[in-house]
């Protein structure tokens, strides 16, 4: 299979959507002339046209909602929102309109709308550019929230988000639009709520999701040499969540350690904790369950103040040998 990075596997699969379904056009700012504003529409207005490739003025709300309108007559718009910290003004069409539209009116009305959104820190961007929110678009019932680790991800995701008859918001973590990885050539989807398992072990389950995947691998490997076995678990979609994966693991390895980057309080690490604690996993318990998450701060500009608001591999290491030494 050809090795491609993040951003053209999500390149590739917005092209050859529109070249398969004319009813897919894609809706933001200077995603023209500009190509977007981390690249991944390079050379598409040239290819599909100014109907397809939407500019708009600066105005998140008025970009989701008119991807809303034109999904309600029959097209399957992605609307791209340059960082996702500005998904917050758009939380009336996303949560009040498109998330519930299919239920308010009985199944008669689909939204199949893509709101994708880079999120994350990493890039000095400070605090209104850095944030990662999605923990508040799990909150909204009706929204299917999305979060690739791979070039192959990226692009078998976007594909089945895209035909999905829902609203799903579809998160991009900016450090990874430079990463590679084998991609398959030709169509393919990847099925939401299924985790993938990065890597197999026996002595203790990490759940993590995105950026924080490839550190912990990276930590994974290092432990394995001193006979720690990890085994690393991504969730892939964190709605739907693939809740079963996660408990057959624990049962497995007897204990449990979440990692994301989104602050703290209120983060989707509780989620996945209250979830093993309420099944039969919970008995096979040999350590108190830990989560590592982000501090409860803004991203701040300063680089150094940037790393030690969210977790690098030098915590995650000291959160894996404290489980596994049995610390609390």
Same mark, same amino acid.
């Given at each position: 299979?050809? @090795?491609?990075?993040?951003?053209?596997?999500?390149?590739?699969?917005?092209?050859?959507?529109?070249?398969?379904?004319?009813?897919?056009?894609?809706?933001?700012?200077?995603?023209?002339?500009?190509?977007?504003?981390? +690249?991944?529409?390079?050379?598409?207005?040239?290819?599909?046209?100014?109907?397809?490739?939407?500019?708009?003025?600066?105005?998140?709300?008025?970009?989701?909602?008119?991807?809303? !309108?034109?999904?309600?007559?029959?097209?399957?718009?992605?609307?791209?929102?340059?960082?996702?910290?500005?998904?917050?003004?758009?939380?009336?069409?996303?949560?009040?309109?498109?998330?519930?539209?299919?239920?308010?009116? !009985?199944?008669?009305?689909?939204?199949?709308?893509?709101?994708?959104?880079?999120?994350?820190?990493?890039? +000095?961007?400070?605090?209104?550019?850095?944030?990662?929110?999605?923990?508040?678009?799990?909150?909204?019932?009706?929204?299917?929230?999305?979060?690739?680790?791979?070039?192959?991800?990226?692009?078998?995701?976007?594909?089945?988000?895209?035909?999905?008859?829902?609203?799903?918001?579809?998160?991009?973590?900016?450090?990874?639009?430079?990463?590679?990885?084998?991609?398959?050539?030709?169509?393919?989807?990847?099925?939401?709520?299924?985790?993938?398992?990065?890597?197999?072990?026996?002595?203790?389950?990490?759940?993590?999701?995105?950026?924080?995947?490839?550190?912990?691998?990276?930590?994974?490997?290092?432990?394995?040499? @001193?006979?720690?076995?990890?085994?690393?678990?991504?969730?892939?979609?964190?709605?739907?969540?693939?809740?079963?994966?996660?408990?057959?693991?624990?049962?497995?390895? +007897?204990?449990?350690?979440?990692?994301?980057?989104?602050?703290?309080?209120?983060?989707?690490?509780?989620?996945?904790?209250?979830?093993?604690?309420?099944?039969?996993?919970?008995?096979?318990?040999?350590?108190?369950?830990?989560?590592?998450? !982000?501090?409860?701060?803004?991203?701040?500009?300063?680089?150094?103040? @940037?790393?030690?608001?969210?977790?690098?591999?030098?915590?995650?290491?000291?959160?894996?040998?404290?489980?596994?030494?049995?610390?609390?």
């Amino acid at each position: 299979m050809p @090795e491609i990075t993040y951003l053209e596997a999500i390149r590739q699969a917005l092209w050859e959507e529109m070249k398969r379904d004319e009813r897919v056009f894609i809706i933001g700012e200077d995603i023209g002339r500009y190509g977007g504003a981390f +690249g991944v529409t390079h050379g598409m207005l040239d290819e599909f046209g100014p109907e397809r490739i939407r500019e708009t003025p600066i105005s998140e709300p008025t970009i989701v909602a008119a991807a809303i !309108g034109a999904s309600l007559l029959g097209m399957r718009p992605v609307a791209e929102i340059m960082f996702m910290d500005f998904v917050l003004l758009t939380l009336d069409q996303l949560g009040n309109q498109a998330a519930k539209m299919r239920y308010m009116f !009985g199944g008669k009305a689909n939204v199949p709308i893509v709101v994708r959104m880079p999120g994350g820190s990493g890039t +000095g961007a400070a605090a209104q550019h850095s944030q990662s929110l999605e923990t508040i678009l799990m909150h909204l019932p009706g929204l299917k929230v999305v979060m690739p680790t791979t070039p192959y991800e990226a692009k078998g995701l976007l594909l089945t988000a895209i035909r999905d008859p829902n609203p799903v918001c579809f998160v991009e973590h900016k450090l990874l639009y430079k990463t590679k990885g084998e991609v398959p050539e030709g169509d393919y989807t990847i099925p939401f709520g299924v985790a993938d398992i990065k890597r197999t072990g026996k002595d203790l389950t990490v759940v993590a999701n995105n950026i924080m995947v490839l550190k912990t691998l990276a930590v994974a490997e290092r432990l394995a040499k @001193e006979g720690m076995d990890i085994e690393v678990i991504d969730p892939r979609t964190l709605v739907p969540l693939d809740r079963e994966t996660i408990i057959n693991s624990v049962c497995k390895t +007897g204990r449990l350690l979440v990692i994301h980057e989104a602050c703290q309080t209120g983060g989707w690490a509780g989620e996945v904790i209250a979830s093993v604690a309420s099944s039969r996993a919970f008995g096979y318990l040999d350590a108190p369950i830990r989560r590592l998450a !982000g501090k409860d701060c803004p991203i701040p500009y300063n680089r150094g103040l @940037e790393r030690a608001a969210v977790p690098q591999e030098d915590d995650i290491e000291a959160e894996i040998r404290a489980i596994l030494k049995g610390g609390y």
